[in-house]
């Protein structure tokens, strides 16, 4: 486990009360939900994507693509927002990726995306929620958004 201290962190108590069961499974137990079982991997209007445990921005919708996966896939995050560590469950080599505010596991990252980057982030969409561009969503409902200010 690595000893970096994030800016948001909880008991594991504090996140079952504030996540669902299965954003809780995924998130902090580095679970995967089902391909195309997610609302957000269809959503297309413009705004951001932000993490559900603390309300980072991660991922501006205008660097969503479709990928065929059945999980939201985005080329580039938001600057700062996603950090990356190597990932050796399941007997593979991946590179996992999580909120860079709370260590939130948010999905993997894999060398086959579009230009410029070639990247595709490939995320879990529970553990996202959506702010509308120009609109008062989900941010603004978020119960950590003020810490986003601090």
């Given at each position: 486990?690595?000893?970096?201290?994030?800016?948001?962190?909880?008991?594991?108590?504090?996140?079952?009360?504030?996540?669902?069961?299965?954003?809780?499974?995924?998130?902090?137990?580095?679970?995967?939900?089902?391909?195309?079982s997610c609302a957000l991997l269809n959503e297309k209007r413009a705004g951001t994507f932000?993490?559900?445990?603390?309300?980072?921005?991660?991922?501006?919708?205008?660097?969503?693509?479709?990928?065929?996966?059945?999980?939201?896939?985005?080329?580039?995050?938001?600057?700062?927002?996603?950090?990356?560590?190597?990932?050796?469950?399941?007997?593979?080599?991946?590179?996992?990726?999580?909120?860079?505010?709370?260590?939130?596991?948010?999905?993997?990252?894999?060398?086959?995306?579009?230009?410029?980057?070639?990247?595709?982030?490939?995320?879990?969409?529970?553990?996202?929620?959506?702010?509308?561009?120009?609109?008062?969503?989900?941010?603004?409902?978020?119960?950590?958004?003020?810490?986003?200010?601090?």
């Open positions: 486990m690595d000893s970096k201290t994030y800016p948001v962190t909880r008991t594991d108590a504090e996140w079952r009360e504030i996540l669902t069961p299965e954003q809780y499974a995924v998130m902090r137990g580095h679970g995967t939900e089902r391909p195309g932000i993490c559900v445990g603390c309300g980072q921005p991660l991922f501006v919708a205008g660097r969503k693509f479709e990928s065929g996966t059945g999980w939201p896939s985005f080329d580039t995050p938001v600057e700062g927002a996603v950090e990356t560590t190597e990932d050796r469950s399941h007997g593979m080599v991946r590179t996992e990726c999580h909120c860079a505010r709370c260590r939130s596991h948010l999905g993997h990252v894999f060398p086959d995306g579009p230009p410029p980057t070639g990247l595709r982030y490939c995320i879990n969409g529970v553990a996202m929620d959506f702010e509308p561009a120009g609109g008062v969503g989900a941010l603004s409902r978020h119960p950590t958004h003020l810490l986003m200010y601090k």
